[in-house]
């Protein structure tokens, strides 16, 4: 099955730089999301970008993907506080919804004040 | 902004008994899933609802997990006999449209099996 693996595991931050987490995967897909996860809660979408596309934007957030090596990198700039969370990549495989979403294990981001 | 309802928040259970976690879906909403995870580990599918039958099921969703939509609102996991490893965070979702597009997850109910 496929996977979305992200690096690094843990990453912490000056408030105002820019975080950038990247997110590997092994098989084909349709679709990769990256959503956020703050402690104890469910996971909030963030952004979905289609297999056909290079890079999207969404406010601060920007999502690249490259499917040659299956690999896809999200960018958040200018971090604040408030994006101290967890942060998944999901893969959506060609089957178009077998098996559901793949998670991988995701970056916890520290924003440090 | 409307969102996914769970119930309870946390629940404790002897193995061996039953536990049904209970999620109410954003009202439009037509595809609804289960996922679970772990401490420490990736969050896993487990299960797709869509037109009142399962869409797709992942390995772990065995015969001892069943799901249900008893109304136009509820949407329920059943595991019908727990063991210490289901012991986990269960999470609903649903989404509006294709199955696996933008997904609403619920905050979760922390399921722990003694």
């Known amino acids: 099955s496929q996977q979305g693996e992200e690096d690094p595991q843990a990453l912490s931050i000056q408030e105002g730089e820019n975080a950038t987490m990247n997110c590997s995967y092994k098989?084909?897909?349709?679709?990769l999301q990256w959503y956020r996860q703050n402690s104890g809660r469910g996971l909030v979408h963030l952004i979905l970008?289609?297999?056909?596309?290079r890079e999207k934007h969404s406010g601060r957030l920007r999502v690249t993907l490259d499917t040659s090596k299956k690999s896809s990198s999200l960018l958040i700039t200018a971090s604040r506080a408030a994006d101290t969370a967890s942060y998944f990549c999901?893969?959506?495989?060609?089957?178009?919804?077998?098996?559901?979403?793949?998670f991988g294990k995701g970056t916890h981001l520290i924003i440090q004040p | 902004e409307p969102e996914v309802t769970q119930t309870p928040s946390h629940q404790v259970t002897q193995m061996g008994q039953e536990v049904i976690l209970r999620c109410v879906p954003i009202?439009?909403?037509?595809?609804f899933y289960w996922y679970r995870q772990i401490l420490g580990q990736k969050v896993e599918f487990l299960v797709s609802?869509?037109?009142?039958?399962?869409?797709?099921k992942s390995e772990i969703f065995d015969d001892q997990f069943s799901v249900e939509r008893p109304d136009g609102s509820n949407f329920t996991l059943k595991i019908r006999s727990t063991k210490l490893e289901d012991s986990a965070m269960y999470f609903c979702?649903?989404?509006?449209?294709?199955?696996?597009?933008?997904?609403?997850f619920g905050s979760g109910t922390q399921l722990s099996v003694l």
């Open positions: 979702a649903s989404s509006r449209t294709r199955t696996n597009e933008k997904l609403f």
């Open positions: 098989t084909s897909i349709n679709n």
């Open positions: 970008i289609r297999s056909n596309e």
């Open positions: 999901a893969t959506d495989g060609p089957g178009g919804g077998a098996d559901g979403l793949t």
């Open positions: 009202s439009n909403h037509l595809y």
């Open positions: 609802f869509y037109n009142n039958e399962i869409s797709e």
